[in-house]
Structure formats: structure tokens, C-alpha cells
């Protein structure tokens, strides 16, 4: 403790950035601080723009992450955009950013929020399926990745769900779409997560030596099963090559509380995501260590 309070001391006097510190702009305590395995998420409501979007991130934790995995002007992807909530973020915090989605509507509902800051950084909005259109970036070109992937499709099954029926009530989307390459829309969850192997092997390919990507989820139940989602992923992250640094739960005690399976049984009320930390190491050899059935990636 003796130890914090002179570093805190230190840099107050001195607010400077370690000068060995090639990966963001914080002082060594503000690094410190963000290294906490928990964070709390305290979101504004969200717009109506994305609100159309049923299954959308915070900019707040994001630009957290931007800013403690990037410098300033450094580049950062999303390879499932959705409603863009990653370029919003970058624009926030002054990073160039790229983004893929794949259902025209939300790549517009996308467009729609980034064209009301029409300063800062470029932002680049690539529509289409990731599976085909990473293949087309070149090689180590992003600084820093951060996304969050379809959930199967469990936004189609949950049809009973207390927040799909509000959702519905309201005239909004429940599903991100019905189109064949919708990653959402696998029947097979095993297939679901090998295409999203796909995905992860190209993410590899075109994230820099060294960096890092955070992938934030959240665990889920299908019918009487609980389905540990992030652990899943984590499996086929690290078949893709990438190491598990670490994981920060992200608190959402702000969402409502329903009464499932109450009397009978116990139905967890999921109030958090996981955000978990990758780093490419470098030295990985695809065809060694490939996900299930996947094709080998571009070199
Ligand atoms: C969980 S959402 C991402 C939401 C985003 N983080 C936000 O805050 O708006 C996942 C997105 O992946 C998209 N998607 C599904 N399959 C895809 C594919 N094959 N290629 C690219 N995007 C895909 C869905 O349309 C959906 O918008």
C-alpha cells in the first residue's frame, strides 16, 4: 500500500508516461487501476438509432480498452460491427477504426452514428461476411481488435425470453437477421463455433505481433442448459493461436431482474460479460494448431 501511495505521489508531481511503455498513454497507475479483474459498466440509455440493434456493447467500457491497447492514431478493428459501437468508440478516443458487418441494416444503422461526428479519425465501415472479407486485409495490419461475436442463435430460440418479448412489444429486431451467412443463424452449435474459428484464425493473421484482442461475452442458457460461452470461446481463440492473458468480468448491475424459475428451480439472472484479454505471440504455425474442420488461413 506504502508502495502505491508514493507511485501515486510520484506522478502526480511528474504525470508522465513510463517512457518504456509502447502500448498506450496511461501513467503506470492509471495502468494499474485498469488491470482490476472487475469493472463496472454504467452505460448511458442507449439511442433509438441503436437501440434497433439487439445485442450491442457500451462505447464507455470500450474506449477503456481502446485507450489501454492503443496509442493515439493507432488502428483498431471489429470484425462483427454491428451497430458500430466500436467506431463510435474509436472516434471518442481519436483511433482510426474498421469495421465488418454483414446485415446491411445494421452496417447503415452503423453509417447513420458515425455520420453525426464528421470530425476525427477515418472510420471505415466494410459490409459484408468476415469470412470473406478478412481475407482480403493484409497481414499485421491492426494495432488492436476488439469485438464481440454473434450468440449463436440464441437471440432466435429465446422466444419465451422476458426481454425478446419487450423487445417485440416494442416493435424492435430480436435477431440480427435471416440471412444464410448470419453466423447467428447455425443450427449446430459445434458448427457455430467452427466458423467463428474461421473468423478468429484471419483476426490472427491481421493483428500485429505482439497486440491484443478482447472478444466480450457473455454466458447464456439454451432451453435447460447453461452454456459457458466464454469458455468456448476461449477454446477456439487459443486454437487459433492467440494466448489467454486474462479475464475482466464486466458488471452490469444495472439491468432488471425477472423472476426465472422461481419456485422450482435455479435460474441465474446473468447481471455480467465477460471481457477476455488475447495476445498474439507471434511464432504460431496454422496448419499445427487449426480449429476443428476449419480451412487453413491465408498466409
Ligand atoms: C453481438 S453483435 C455485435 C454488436 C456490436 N458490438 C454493437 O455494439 O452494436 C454481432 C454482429 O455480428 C453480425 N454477424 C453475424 N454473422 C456475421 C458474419 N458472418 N460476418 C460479419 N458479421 C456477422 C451480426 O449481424 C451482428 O450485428
Known amino acids: 500500500m506504502h508502495k502505491v501511495l508514493l507511485m501515486l505521489h510520484k506522478e502526480k508531481k511528474e504525470q508522465l508516461v513510463d517512457p518504456r511503455n509502447s502500448l498506450n498513454e496511461l501513467t503506470n497507475t492509471q ?35 481502446i ?24 472516434t471518442q478516443c481519436g483511433r ?36 470473406e472479407v478478412l481475407p482480403t486485409l493484409p497481414d499485421a495490419s491492426f494495432d488492436f481488435i476488439v469485438t464481440s461475436p454473434p450468440y449463436w442463435m ?13 423487445r417485440k412489444a416494442k416493435g424492435l429486431d430480436t435477431r440480427y437477421s435471416d440471412e444464410e451467412n448470419d453466423l447467428g443463424n447455425l443450427e449446430s452449435y ?17 493483428l ?50 425477472y423472476p426465472y424459475g422461481i419456485p422450482y428451480a435455479f435460474v441465474s439472472n446473468i447481471h455480467h460479460q465477460y471481457i477476455l484479454v488475447f495476445r498474439n505471440n507471434g511464432t504460431y504455425k496454422p496448419t499445427e494448431a487449426a480449429p476443428r474442420g476449419s480451412q487453413t488461413p491465408c498466409a
Open 31 to 65: 495502468w494499474m487501476v485498469e488491470t482490476k479483474s472487475v469493472w463496472f459498466s454504467r452505460p448511458p440509455q442507449r439511442d433509438k438509432l441503436k437501440a434497433r440493434h439487439p445485442a450491442t456493447y457500451a462505447e464507455s467500457d470500450i474506449v477503456r480498452l
Open 67 to 90: 485507450e489501454f491497447f492503443t496509442k493515439p492514431g493507432q488502428e483498431v478493428l471489429d470484425p462483427f460491427l454491428g451497430s458500430g459501437s466500436t467506431l463510435v468508440a474509436c
Open 96 to 131: 482510426e477504426g474498421t469495421g465488418i458487418e454483414l446485415v446491411e441494416q445494421w452496417a447503415d444503422v452503423a453509417r447513420e452514428r458515425l455520420d453525426s461526428s464528421t470530425t476525427g479519425p477515418k472510420q471505415t465501415i466494410l459490409h459484408g461476411d468476415s469470412r
Open 154 to 166: 440464441i437471440l432466435r430460440k429465446d422466444l419465451d425470453h422476458k426481454v425478446t418479448a419487450e
Open 190 to 206: 459445434d458448427n457455430f463455433l467452427e466458423e467463428l474459428g474461421k473468423v478468429f484464425v484471419e483476426c490472427r493473421r491481421v
Open 208 to 257: 500485429k505481433k505482439k497486440r491484443y484482442m478482447c472478444v466480450v461475452v457473455s454466458d447464456f442458457r439454451h432451453k435447460s442448459k447453461f452454456v459457458a460461452y466464454h469458455a468456448d470461446i476461449t477454446k477456439i481463440m487459443e486454437s487459433a493461436g492467440f494466448n489467454l492473458e486474462g479475464i475482466t468480468v464486466l458488471v452490469q448491475d444495472s439491468k432488471n431482474l
